[in-house]
């Protein structure tokens, strides 16, 4: 398992991390042996959110591992909030950040939180109340470090402004099948719909600015479309490009998938949804993967991407 230092923190981290979205599928035994498999697998990194089945994935993770002092002291805990279930809206107020901490520390069991993230940009957004609860929670020891999540730099500048200390993180989707952060970038000044630039730069602001980026629906397409991997109808020269290197290395073809991300200079962790530990495995298999540029970009042009 590869490892990083993530920037501004204290945090030395697996570059995979271990997602928890859907926790509510697993049995608590069946979700203790996932968890186990992780941390076998050298992964030290576990991310939440307090919608993930309504709170219920939180309960769930730390049940399966029956959560103490010891077991806690060895991982890394993330959450998120921002995101308002059932109303389906958006809200970064004080009150709301301070509730739903409180609500995820209760549920595992557990005194703070590594990291808290803002899930989505709350356009009704008061930076100066953002700040408040950020410095109510650091002060008392609930939270150590912050982050965003699915923020543009214009976003995250605004945040900064008023907040005493630096963000360290913003989770983005990214995949071979998703790939906006790089494609406006290679094909610049392009009358092409490659050139169109969907995020603002993000990948170059966050390198520039120290934040780290996580990866989530690393083998996903589209808004959760689905898995390009496998998908031989829509993407057939992208399986075919990615099994034969998978060959190459000895792995699945989720290991290169994953190897493609980490193969970048940003130091992208990779957020592991899966419930599968047999696939989980696989997917570690491709942290220490070092694809070559011809392999990084021949994959890249595989997924219908020019390389003008």
């Avoid at 992964?43 to 806690?72: L, P, V």
């Avoid at 993407?235 to 970048?264: C, M, Q």
Wanted: aromatic letters at 8%.
């Amino acid at each position: 398992m590869e490892y990083i230092n993530i920037a501004n923190t204290d945090l030395k981290t697996s570059n995979m991390i271990m997602g928890n979205m859907r926790l509510t599928s697993l049995s608590v035994p069946e979700a203790e042996k996932l968890i186990r498999t992780a941390l076998e697998e050298g992964i030290n990194f576990f991310d939440h959110a307090d919608i993930y089945g309504r709170g219920k994935c939180e309960e769930i993770f730390s049940d399966a591992i029956q959560m103490n002092s010891r077991i806690r002291e060895n991982m890394i805990l993330q959450s998120k909030c921002g995101i308002r279930l059932p109303e389906g809206i958006f809200d970064f107020s004080k009150d709301h950040i301070l509730n739903s901490v409180e609500g995820i520390l209760k549920r595992l069991k557990t005194d703070y939180l590594d990291i808290l993230l803002l899930h989505r940009p709350d356009p009704l957004m008061e930076p100066e109340e953002v700040a408040e609860a950020f410095e109510q929670l650091h002060t008392s020891g609930k939270v150590k470090y912050f982050g965003v999540s699915n923020h543009n730099p214009s976003q995250i500048e605004l945040l900064q402004k008023y907040i005493p200390f630096k963000l360290v993180i913003n989770q983005l989707q990214f995949s071979i099948a998703h790939t906006p952060m790089i494609d406006s970038g290679i094909s610049l000044n392009m009358k092409i719909d490659q050139a169109i630039n969907r995020d603002s730069s993000i990948l170059e602001y966050c390198r520039l600015n120290d934040l780290t980026i996580q990866a989530w629906s690393p083998f996903q397409h589209g808004f959760f479309e689905g898995s390009f991997l496998g998908d031989l109808e829509r993407f057939p020269e992208l399986n075919k490009t990615i099994d034969g290197i998978a060959e190459k290395y000895s792995v699945t073809n989720t290991a290169i998938a994953v190897a493609w991300i980490t193969r970048h200079p940003a130091n992208i962790q990779v957020v592991l949804g899966t419930t599968n530990p047999g696939r989980l495995k696989d997917a570690c298999k491709g942290s220490e993967i070092k694809l070559t540029r011809e392999e990084w970009y021949q994959i890249y042009k595989a997924a219908g991407n020019i390389v003008p």
